[in-house]
């Protein structure tokens, strides 16, 4: 088995030579080296499928993958036999609303979520709509925090479940996760959150917060990509539909031969975060205040998208006013970040996110997202602010916007021809 | 988005930035695009007595390509009569950055942003 993990210390991770900063955190987090050390026995010598009774090789594999389960249960106060292995956010996001909207068609054909959910749960939705469900986009208030008595008006006795993220991926807003849970209690509603971006970041606890599911991804809590779990309730129990049908592994729900070393390494990156999430919260907001502080003393017109306090400490979105998002990336491109702008899709809007908070097109246009983790270092963060400032000075040095601003011009109130 | 070695080339090294005098009636200031569709690009053309731009500035609020497609009209249209700046097409300043079709728009601007200036300075010329 592996050591335990008091005994080692968090590693630092080299960055290759001439390779950029990585602040891209909310987009995927590389693997602890702890982690793959765990994985690594259960490629080769330690193969067997978990579902073999037979012998040997399947006894151990399955229970490798219970530890594991126990490890994730326990990151969220769950009980093991609650957690459904699946590919990642994804597949736990479509299950969990195709699943209980289907289940429950019968007596309940409504959904409520919100407009600045993560994709997999807007175009699910979008989906089941076209099935016949009718769904109740909530919308968000500037700050990006949903207006509970907005949500407590849209309950209907339709309402087979509410779904709303916990921390959002672009604007790192925590959501009143454990007052929407009481609330869909108490109206008879499930409450399913995508913890995606807070397993791992924020305490969170099941029961407490009368969560009935939960999706989780392996890889954004620094364990391996291609895992992800469904906490889904047993009492009171919550029935779903599956999507995937076979030999009715995960009590039916998803089945499939589990993938024993991702199990493992998803299990051992939630030990780690059990253990460590107190310490490196704390170490995350000092160089979160550190990044922001270093800007705003450094550069005028910025401004910070979402909520500052009720956010996971690993995230920065801030529009550069003036500037254009993928104009800036190109400035930083000893930095991996990522733009709200639109041209680095292949469509032209900007993020719907910051559109949702009311943001006008053109500061969504100005928008960068910073996102800082375990392996981050304050070094990382001092040449961040440098190498930011300079491409900003520049970028305005060459803005006719930031020129009419100087000139006390309300661009506002220029005509533009739209194209 | 993997860029053109050229449109890096402008993005680091813009030819020609800066302002001219607006009010001098030699120059020609065309303003086009829109914030919210993140991108706005000012080109000036001060143009000579025979009829031939002797200089011309930019100022553009976009993305690389944008700014690229910008730096390089101003290249083109030096030395150039307005009949002959008022020919350049869009489809040039792509080819020679190497546009992606999510960027044509890009070089429209720059095509559009020739013409509003020209379309300036004969106004002011009369």
Request: aromatic fraction near 6%; charge should be negative.
């Amino acid at each position: 088995m592996t050591a335990a993990l008091s005994t080692k210390a968090c590693p630092t991770l080299t960055r290759p030579a001439g390779a950029p900063v990585y602040l891209d955190y909310q987009a995927t987090t590389p693997c602890d080296p702890r982690v793959v050390e765990t994985m690594l026995p259960w490629f080769t010598e330690k193969f067997g499928n978990p579902h073999s009774r037979n012998h040997r090789y399947g006894w151990e594999a399955e229970e490798a993958v219970e530890k594991a389960r126990e490890q994730i249960a326990e990151l969220i106060g769950a009980d093991a036999k609650e957690i459904i292995f699946t590919s990642g956010a994804t597949e736990s996001n479509n299950l969990a609303l195709k699943g209980v909207a289907h289940f429950y068609r019968e007596k309940k054909n409504h959904i409520i979520t919100v407009v600045t959910e993560h994709k997999c749960v807007l175009d699910t939705c979008r989906h089941l709509e076209q099935e016949g469900f009718k769904v109740t986009y909530l919308p968000v208030q500037a700050n990006g925090l949903i207006d509970m008595s907005e949500l407590e008006a849209a309950i209907t006795d339709q309402t087979a479940i509410v779904s709303v993220m916990t921390v959002n991926n672009e604007i790192g807003v925590i959501q009143p996760v454990a007052e929407i849970g009481a609330l869909c209690r108490k109206r008879g509603v499930f409450f399913h959150t995508d913890c995606a971006q807070a397993v791992g970041k924020v305490p969170l606890d099941v029961n407490a917060m009368n969560i009935d599911l939960m999706s989780i991804s392996a890889h954004k809590l620094y364990g391996p990509k291609g895992i992800g779990a469904l906490y889904v309730r047993r009492r009171p129990r919550v029935r779903l539909v599956p999507m995937i049908n076979g030999g009715g592994q995960e009590r039916g729900m998803r089945s499939g031969t589990l993938a024993t070393p991702l199990c493992v390494g998803f299990g051992e990156a939630c030990a780690i975060a059990k253990a460590e999430m107190a310490s490196e919260s704390e170490r995350l907001m000092g160089l979160r205040n550190r990044l922001l502080g270093g800007l705003r003393q450094r550069l005028p017109e910025i401004y910070v998208n979402g909520d500052l306090d009720s956010r996971v400490p690993g995230n920065l979105n801030i529009s550069f006013a003036f500037v254009e998002g993928e104009g800036l990336m190109m400035g930083v491109k000893d930095l991996a970040v990522s733009s709200g702008s639109a041209c680095t899709s292949a469509s032209l809007e900007p993020s719907y996110v910051l559109r949702a908070l009311g943001l006008d097109a053109e500061m969504a246009h100005t928008s960068l997202r910073f996102g800082l983790g375990r392996f981050t270092t304050g070094e990382d963060i001092d040449f961040a602010i440098d190498h930011i400032v300079q491409a900003v000075e520049h970028l305005r040095s060459m803005s006719p916007l930031w020129d009419m601003h100087l000139e006390g011009i309300d661009i506002k109130s220029i005509e533009w021809a739209e194209h | 988005m993997a860029y053109s070695d050229k449109v890096i080339d402008h993005y680091e090294h813009p030819r020609n930035v800066g302002a001219l005098d607006k009010d001098d009636g030699s120059v020609g200031t065309g303003l086009v695009g829109a914030p919210a569709c993140g991108d706005v690009m000012k080109l000036q053309i001060k143009v000579s007595p025979e009829g031939i731009i002797e200089d011309a500035k930019f100022k553009t609020f976009g993305c690389g390509s944008a700014i690229a497609s910008s730096s390089l009209v101003t290249e083109w249209v030096k030395g150039k009569t307005l009949d002959e700046a008022a020919s350049i097409k869009n489809t040039d300043i792509a080819q020679e950055l190497a546009l992606p079709p999510v960027k044509i728009h890009c070089s429209v601007l720059a095509e559009d942003a020739i013409k509003a200036a020209i379309a300036d300075y004969k106004k002011k010329s009369g």
